[in-house]
């Protein structure tokens, strides 16, 4: 059973940059995907972003490309979301998953969730 744990949310202002992490107790993620949902008040849960463990493949919602970058710290079991100009709509719990196999943008394939990290950001 993986385990995930996030930290790093908090309430900024529109513009301010935030780093979300995600701890893993997984030692052994080479066959993983890690991504990071988000799920905004009285909206459904949305992909983020998502990373291919083995060769760091990434993966962005269109909403976020040029704005927010994922990656992974290999040593740590660890994934990283930069989220940079942060805008009031990027407001909502942030979600840390994992799967088996290769990255994907549906929420559904994922197996294994953290229990959520809030972003507020203001304007």
């Known amino acids: 059973q993986v385990q995930l744990v996030e930290s790093g949310g908090g309430l900024v202002q529109a513009g301010a940059s935030l780093r979300l992490s995600c701890a893993a107790s997984e030692r052994t993620f080479s066959s993983y995907a890690m991504g990071w949902f988000r799920q905004a008040p009285g909206k459904e849960r949305e992909f983020v972003a998502a990373?291919?463990?083995?060769?760091?493949?990434?993966y962005y919602a269109d909403s976020v490309k040029g704005r927010f970058t994922i990656s992974r710290d290999i040593a740590k079991d660890t994934v990283f979301l930069q989220m940079n100009s942060l805008e009031p709509e990027d407001t909502g719990v942030y979600y840390c998953?994992?799967?088996?196999?290769?990255?994907?943008?549906?929420?559904?394939?994922?197996?294994?969730w953290g229990q959520g990290t809030r972003v507020t950001v203001s304007s």
């Open positions: 990373i291919t463990w083995s060769d760091g493949s990434t």
């Open positions: 998953s994992a799967k088996v196999g290769g990255s994907s943008r549906a929420l559904s394939s994922y197996d294994f």
